[in-house]
């Protein structure tokens, strides 16, 4: 289903929502307001009964021994809440509720060790997913998109959005949305130029 067609530098074009085949639908996370806007407008769009699977890339920092705060002596057996690993539990598990909130019933969280791009596509082969989707800040895809699409060709429809519209640089399937309406996109070739937990 198509919405105005629009191109965003000849290599996107606008949909009027994220379609998907019968495998899952990955969305980033990143704790930004632009991947807490992708997973409400995309839980909000999609059939709720499709795998939503929450994605975000943990960094592995070189373990330096961090000095005691007075926050860790006040917290004393709960001072693990100030872990990096903490407070990406805490952004999963309320993006989570985001998503149930906005009607999605089969939620999954998946995080994995290393940069966006790498971490998102091998969830996205590894889940056999038929979309991913990113939020975006800007007017476009972003980097991250743009490298995303790249390594996951056509593997997976890949979508943005600002949580107004969607943009789509998916290759030509047909594909299922809502309550099982189907489409067909014209095939795109990926010549040109995108977070998980688990």
Known sequence: MRLGMSTYRGRWEQVDGPSCGRGPVIVGCTGTDASLRALTA??????????????????????????????????KSEAYLLTPEATTDELLRHAAETARRERARHIRIHTDTGDPVTVLARAASD??????????????PGALARALH?????????????????????????????????????????????????
């Open 127 to 140: 889940l056999e997913a038929s979309a991913v989707i990113l939020g975006t800040s800007g007017s476009g």
């Open 42 to 75: 995309s839980a909000r769009t999609l059939d709720p009964t499709i795998d939503l699977v929450l994605v975000c890339a943990v960094t592995r920092r070189r373990r330096r021994a961090q000095p005691t705060t007075f926050l860790h002596d006040a917290l």
């Open 150 to 198: 790249r390594r996951i060709g056509s593997g997976a429809d890949l979508f943005v959005t600002d949580g107004t519209r969607f943009l789509s640089a998916a290759g030509g399937t047909t594909v299922t949305t809502g309550a099982g309406r189907s489409s067909s996109r014209p095939v795109w070739d990926p010549t040109g130029v995108g977070v998980a937990h688990g």
